[in-house]
């Protein structure tokens, strides 16, 4: 299976950041699917995921403005976090851990 986010880059802060995950080689209501992060120099953070069923689950200190969605048509899931801060800035992953299948990756820069 292949994923390749798309999203803008540059977000303001207190904007919506709406990122895209295509999926490709298989189907997204057969597995499940993470959304992860990496700021700058620090380690992997886990945002949350959506299942085969549509279920989603979040990191409790994300949940509050973080929302992840799917359309199966398109085989395409989505994130979308409300509010960012510069410390949203970060590489944003679309991950499915069934063949730890990861993306490239999209930069989210947070800045005025």
């Known amino acids: 299976v292949q994923l390749q986010e798309s999203g803008p880059g540059l977000v303001k802060p207190s904007q919506t950041l709406s990122l895209t995950c295509t999926v490709s080689g298989g189907s997204i209501t057969t597995n499940y699917w993470n959304w992860i992060r990496q700021p700058p120099g620090k380690g992997l953070e886990w945002i949350g995921y959506?299942?085969?069923?549509?279920?989603?689950d979040y990191s409790p200190s994300l949940k509050s403005r973080t929302s992840i969605s799917r359309d199966n048509a398109k085989n395409t899931v989505y994130l979308q976090m409300n509010n960012l801060t510069p410390e949203d800035t970060a590489v944003y992953y679309c991950?499915?851990?069934?063949?730890?299948?990861w993306g490239q990756g999209t930069q989210v820069t947070v800045s005025a």
């Open positions: 991950n499915a851990p069934a063949g730890n299948a």
């Open positions: 959506i299942d085969y069923s549509g279920s989603t």
